[in-house]
């Protein structure tokens, strides 16, 4: 099977031909950042405007180093949610039209199981697994129990960790996107300099929280000197603030190994994704705490991290083996859980 997959659901536009063997026959992406820098972030009427005015020659652009034609498609697929509503509509009707013209099913892929089915494009790896899900808007720790089968056992009670490093560049004048900012920063400098707390490390459960460590990064950039940040603090604030919330991460996610062994013993695969599961540091804890509980750790390439019309394409084709797909009707949505039954949250794609 071939599918076609869209996304569209924040600041990217994506468009990518995938097929059953694993293989992309074609891919495109363009960024917004540049529309987005002099704001500091994602304004989301600019993001809508700007898929709307690329989206159908990136699709053509795809399709031409594909080498393939629509007929040559099983599908198409676009990210239905959850996202920033504007975009998400641009690529769910641009998405709908192509299967109406072309006859094709049409197939709504929930943004946040393509990130948690990445490592199955990638790696090949089989269910379960455990999914630390880590990006700008979300922060989850799932058991991936099979295709459509998450359990939520762990969420950010108020900030995702990407958010965090973006408000933090910005405190400190680093720019946008914030991630990639303060990574290069934070790079081989002094992180026991501030001493930033570790938000919920030795609490029970496997929540999340970054709000009171953003706030302790502002403190810090206040207590300061005044005028403006030399270089060497800048560069161990961000060194500070990395280690503190890879800190965090850690503890959160070694106690959401436990349950999963409880859950389900023998061989175990944790699974980093989203956009932040690209920062080198975080990589580096994980893979440390991985091999000393035991678990196989599975991290998709980079670019696969971020969002990408690769892991849509997927999804969709996993669900199109099961002989699933959507009716031209399907509503877009800009929260979807993809654990409908886990207490609600106000964060992470869940409806409050």
Same mark, same amino acid.
């Given at each position: 099977?071939?599918?076609?997959?869209?996304?569209?659901?924040?600041?990217?536009?994506?468009?990518?031909?995938?097929?059953?063997?694993?293989?992309?026959?074609?891919?495109?992406?363009?960024?917004?950042?540049?529309?987005?820098?002099?704001?500091?972030?994602?304004?989301?009427?600019?993001?809508?405007?700007?898929?709307?005015?690329?989206?159908?020659?990136?699709?053509?652009?795809?399709?031409?180093?594909?080498?393939?034609?629509?007929?040559?498609?099983?599908?198409?697929?676009?990210?239905?949610?959850?996202?920033?509503?504007?975009?998400?509509?641009?690529?769910?009707?641009?998405?709908?039209?192509?299967?109406?013209?072309?006859?094709?099913?049409?197939?709504?892929?929930?943004?946040?199981?393509?990130?948690?089915?990445?490592?199955?494009?990638?790696?090949?790896?089989?269910?379960?697994?455990?999914?630390?899900?880590?990006?700008?808007?979300?922060?989850?720790?799932?058991?991936?129990?099979?295709?459509?089968?998450?359990?939520?056992?762990?969420?950010?009670?108020?900030?995702?960790?990407?958010?965090?490093?973006?408000?933090?560049?910005?405190?400190?004048?680093?720019?946008? @996107?914030?991630?990639?900012?303060?990574?290069? *920063? &934070?790079?081989?400098?002094? $992180? =026991?300099?501030?001493? !930033?707390? %570790?938000?919920?490390?030795?609490?029970?459960?496997?929540?999340?929280?970054?709000?009171?460590?953003?706030?302790?990064?502002?403190?810090?950039?206040?207590?300061?000197?005044?005028?403006?940040?030399?270089?060497?603090?800048?560069?161990?604030?961000?060194?500070?603030?990395?280690?503190?919330?890879?800190?965090?991460?850690?503890?959160?996610?070694?106690?959401?190994?436990?349950?999963?062994?409880?859950?389900?013993?023998?061989?175990?695969?944790?699974?980093?994704?989203?956009?932040?599961?690209?920062?080198?540091?975080?990589?580096?804890?994980?893979?440390?705490?991985?091999?000393?509980?035991?678990?196989?750790?599975?991290?998709? @390439?980079?670019?696969?991290?971020?969002?990408? *019309? &690769?892991?849509?394409?997927? $999804? =969709?084709?996993?669900? !199109?083996? %099961?002989?699933?797909?959507?009716?031209?009707?399907?509503?877009?949505?800009?929260?979807?859980?993809?654990?409908?039954?886990?207490?609600?949250?106000?964060?992470?794609?869940?409806?409050?």
């Amino acid at each position: 099977m071939i599918v076609l997959g869209i996304e569209t659901s924040c600041d990217e536009t994506a468009a990518a031909i995938v097929d059953s063997d694993r293989c992309v026959l074609g891919e495109r992406l363009r960024s917004q950042a540049d529309q987005h820098r002099p704001f500091g972030g994602v304004v989301p009427e600019v993001a809508a405007r700007a898929h709307l005015q690329v989206l159908d020659g990136l699709i053509a652009e795809t399709i031409g180093d594909s080498g393939l034609t629509f007929a040559d498609l099983d599908g198409v697929a676009a990210t239905a949610g959850p996202g920033l509503i504007g975009g998400v509509i641009v690529g769910v009707m641009t998405a709908k039209a192509l299967a109406a013209v072309h006859d094709k099913p049409f197939i709504a892929v929930n943004h946040l199981e393509g990130h948690a089915l990445t490592a199955r494009l990638t790696d090949g790896i089989d269910f379960p697994y455990l999914l630390l899900l880590v990006s700008g808007g979300h922060c989850q720790l799932l058991i991936v129990e099979d295709l459509g089968r998450y359990r939520r056992i762990g969420t950010t009670i108020d900030d995702a960790l990407g958010e965090a490093f973006d408000k933090t560049a910005k405190m400190l004048g680093l720019g946008y @996107p914030g991630g990639p900012a303060v990574a290069r *920063a &934070a790079a081989a400098d002094d $992180a =026991a300099r501030f001493a !930033l707390p %570790r938000p919920m490390v030795g609490r029970p459960g496997c929540d999340f929280s970054f709000s009171g460590l953003k706030t302790a990064v502002r403190q810090t950039i206040e207590a300061l000197p005044p005028g403006p940040l030399a270089e060497r603090d800048m560069a161990d604030i961000c060194a500070s603030f990395q280690a503190a919330a890879g800190a965090s991460v850690v503890d959160r996610t070694r106690r959401a190994m436990a349950i999963y062994r409880f859950r389900h013993p023998g061989p175990a695969t944790l699974v980093i994704a989203g956009g932040v599961a690209a920062n080198i540091d975080l990589r580096g804890r994980l893979a440390e705490l991985a091999a000393d509980e035991g678990f196989r750790l599975v991290a998709p @390439p980079q670019r696969l991290c971020t969002d990408n *019309a &690769a892991m849509i394409a997927w $999804a =969709a084709l996993e669900r !199109l083996d %099961r002989g699933w797909s959507d009716d031209l009707d399907f509503a877009p949505r800009p929260r979807w859980p993809l654990d409908p039954d886990a207490p609600p949250a106000a964060f992470a794609g869940v409806k409050a």
